[in-house]
């Protein structure tokens, strides 16, 4: 017969030796992951005017991080919009009585300030249908992508500490 005797004050010493060591590298693996996912983020990210993408960040603290948009100049409004979509709806001028437009290949898309349009590509409308966007969760796919990065790096983390 096969006895096995285990002292409990013998594993509570055992893990607090380990305690302050393990918990410097789950920090460290932290880090890593949390840039991991940004860097994937911000690849993933559309890039119209590459605001979207610059706003990315992360805030990593002791024990806890995340990445998202940065809150300043309406970004997490407009990012909300990208990675949800929106439904079909009737956009109306917010100054004046009419929309600029103008034509592009063949395609009708709304003009920005300082937008040089040759005249006979300028179109005016009282409203657009707007028939809606597609959600594109970037942050998701970013997520999925780093996926056995992540793993692999929290398992290090832990094999590390446990080989000491």
């Given at each position: 017969?096969?006895?096995?005797k285990?002292?409990?004050?013998?594993?509570?010493?055992?893990?607090?030796s380990?305690?302050?060591e393990?918990?410097?590298?789950?920090?460290?693996?932290?880090?890593?992951?949390?840039?991991a996912?940004?860097?994937?983020?911000?690849r993933?990210?559309?890039?119209?005017?590459?605001t979207?993408?610059?706003?990315?960040?992360?805030?990593?603290?002791?024990?806890?991080?995340?990445?998202s948009?940065?809150f300043?100049a309406?970004?997490l409004?407009?990012a909300?919009?990208v990675?949800?979509?929106?439904?079909?709806?009737?956009?109306?001028?917010?100054?004046?009585?009419?929309i600029?437009?103008?034509?592009?290949?063949g395609?009708?898309t709304?003009?920005?300030?300082?937008d040089?349009?040759a005249?006979?590509n300028k179109?005016f409308?009282?409203?657009?249908?707007?028939?809606g966007?597609?959600?594109?969760?970037?942050?998701?796919?970013?997520v999925?992508?780093?996926?056995?990065?992540?793993?692999?790096?929290?398992?290090?983390?832990?094999?590390?500490?446990l080989?000491?």
């Amino acid at each position: 017969m096969v006895s096995i005797k285990i002292q409990s004050n013998d594993i509570g010493k055992y893990l607090k030796s380990i305690g302050p060591e393990m918990e410097k590298n789950l920090q460290k693996a932290l880090v890593r992951n949390t840039l991991a996912v940004e860097a994937d983020s911000v690849r993933q990210a559309p890039a119209d005017t590459g605001t979207l993408r610059k706003s990315i960040s992360s805030v990593i603290n002791t024990g806890r991080a995340f990445v998202s948009p940065s809150f300043g100049a309406n970004v997490l409004n407009y990012a909300k919009y990208v990675i949800f979509g929106t439904r079909p709806h009737t956009i109306y001028p917010r100054r004046g009585k009419a929309i600029p437009l103008k034509k592009v290949g063949g395609r009708v898309t709304f003009m920005k300030r300082g937008d040089s349009v040759a005249k006979n590509n300028k179109i005016f409308a009282k409203k657009v249908r707007h028939p809606g966007t597609k959600p594109n969760d970037f942050f998701e796919r970013a997520v999925e992508r780093t996926k056995l990065f992540v793993s692999r790096n929290w398992e290090a983390a832990i094999n590390k500490t446990l080989r000491k």
